[in-house]
């Protein structure tokens, strides 16, 4: 059914054609007639009300409202023929906009009576030609100031439009901010949000995570540490050294020579060591820290990221006072202590013991082949491999504390299979009571709730990589 508000308006227009003799028809919105698509129609209008609304400032809402009403959601005889969806008259002044003028009968309210009158209408091209016309027409005229002091709020820019004399129709104002509220037309005039721009930290964070675990397991240096610091010394990737030399790091040339370095570079005076790789820069970095006397003291606090780079900048690594604050402040911002193997333990061949035995019940887990025996053979050897070089991890045979934080699974009440053995081989080590067999029971909970209690985790009873980290050490 149309909306009663626009039949009204519609037919005053319609009947102003037909007494012109411009149609021969009746009301062109009747319920006789086929439904007017109104999303269609606010669609088009508000696409055409963009330009009146960046040239002049009058809110879309208010542009299409009135256009609505005006034209019977353009569907009238002035508006079908000859794209005046406002009823604007012509005067002494042409406008820009207009394509001519056609003369008309028309009916307005004096003095709260309905009169007719004969006028002459501007005619357009488009409906965009007609929004602009009634955007210059408010914009042009001195006593429609007032509404521009509100162009983010479409209700007191219509009130103040109709105060000046827009409309003599009393009601006019209502009417068009009743057609707003109701087709929510003030969506057109809420500010678009900027698109957060991508923040190129996330996409080296990602580059670099599994390069500076590999580095934690091999160095002891935390990977939250060199992510930091990659990020800090590269200005997020976009420090000339870092693009020239790809070193992450700002370490320079001299001194203990680097194995993985490819040569020097000289910027701005100061000789930098150049790579190949983000993999050599970082693969450096680790073996500074590891390997320099300095820095001796520094790796005995490694598991406590913090301390270990207040440690390291008193050692030397950076003149600025404020460098461990500012590179651990990045750690906090992007919570980088997440990619920190909680596991720091390395089994190897040779080796014998419950860590062996819970080793090769994860391999087994895993769908290697290996039998659980509790002594690092050649057979564990060969599995601990094929593992590594399945996950793309660095081939060497040895349980380093990737691989062992690669191979630890979420384990939790109700669980069986060789994952819950390996846990039992650890906690029995540890002189906790477990359920018999390779079920995850009562007793086994009560036991990982314990030893979590002990080793200040949070009581979940689940066994993830902290929980694993405790175990294996």
């Known amino acids: 059914m149309t909306h009663p508000t626009v039949r009204i308006r519609a037919t005053l227009l319609a009947v102003a054609l ?21 999303e269609a129609y606010i669609a088009k209008a508000a696409e055409a009300a963009k330009a009146s609304k960046k040239k002049y400032g009058v809110p879309r809402a208010v542009t299409i409202a009135q256009s609505m009403l ?22 002494a002044t042409i406008s820009p906009y207009q394509k001519g003028c056609v003369a008309l009968a028309s009916y307005e309210y004096v003095k709260g009576k309905k009169k007719k009158y004969v006028s002459r209408f501007r005619t357009y091209s488009s409906m965009e030609k007609s929004f602009l016309d009634h955007g210059r027409l408010l914009d042009y005229a001195d006593r429609y100031n007032a509404a521009f002091k509100y162009p983010n709020d479409p209700n007191k820019f219509i009130r103040a439009v109709h105060k000046a004399g827009y409309a003599t129709d009393p009601n006019y104002s209502t009417l068009v901010i009743n057609l707003m509220k109701k087709w929510n037309l003030y969506r057109f ?11 190129p930290n996330k996409a080296l964070i990602a580059s670099l995570a599994p390069l500076a ?23 997020s990737g976009k420090s000339t050294v870092t693009k020239k030399a790809k070193n992450y790091f700002g370490l320079r040339c001299g001194g203990v020579k680097s194995k993985v370095s490819t040569g020097c570079i000289k910027v701005s005076g100061t000789k930098y060591r150049k790579y190949k790789s983000m993999s050599a820069s970082v693969t450096d970095q680790g073996t500074v820290l590891a390997t320099g006397s300095r820095y001796k003291a520094a790796m005995k606090g490694s598991k406590d990221p913090k301390k270990f780079l207040t440690a390291i900048a008193k050692a030397g690594w950076s ?29 190897k061949q040779g080796n014998r013991g419950a860590k062996v035995t819970a080793l090769q019940n994860l391999l087994i887990k895993a769908g290697h082949k290996v039998k659980a025996t509790g002594y690092f053979g050649t057979d564990t050897v060969k599995a601990v491999k094929a593992y590594q070089k399945k996950r793309k991890l660095s081939v060497t045979g040895k349980a380093d504390p990737l691989t062992l934080t690669r191979l630890t699974p979420d384990v939790r009440k109700g669980a069986k299979g060789a994952q819950v053995t390996a846990l039992h081989t650890l906690l029995k080590s540890r002189h906790y009571q477990v359920n018999t067999g390779n079920g995850f029971g009562a007793k086994t909970l009560k036991a990982v709730k314990s030893l979590q209690k002990k080793t200040k985790l949070p009581q979940t009873g689940t066994v993830s990589v902290k929980t694993w980290g ?3 050490g």
């Open 470 to 472: 405790k175990l294996f």
């Open 189 to 199: 005039d809420t500010p678009s949000k900027p698109k957060a721009k991508a923040d």
């Open 319 to 347: 003149s600025n006072k404020s460098y461990a604050s500012k590179v651990y402040a990045l750690i906090t911002k992007y919570g980088l202590t997440s990619y920190d193997l909680r596991i720091s333990t390395t089994v």
């Open 213 to 235: 675990q590999r580095n934690q397991a091999a160095t002891r240096v935390p990977a939250s540490v060199t992510i930091a610091q990659a990020l800090y010394h590269s200005n």
């Open 18 to 38: 037909v007494s012109a003799g411009a149609v021969s028809v009746t009301t062109g919105t009747t319920d006789s007639e086929a439904a007017v698509d109104y």
């Open 70 to 91: 005006e034209s019977g959601w353009g569907r009238s005889g002035l508006t079908t023929k000859y794209n005046n969806y406002f009823g604007i008259k012509c005067g």
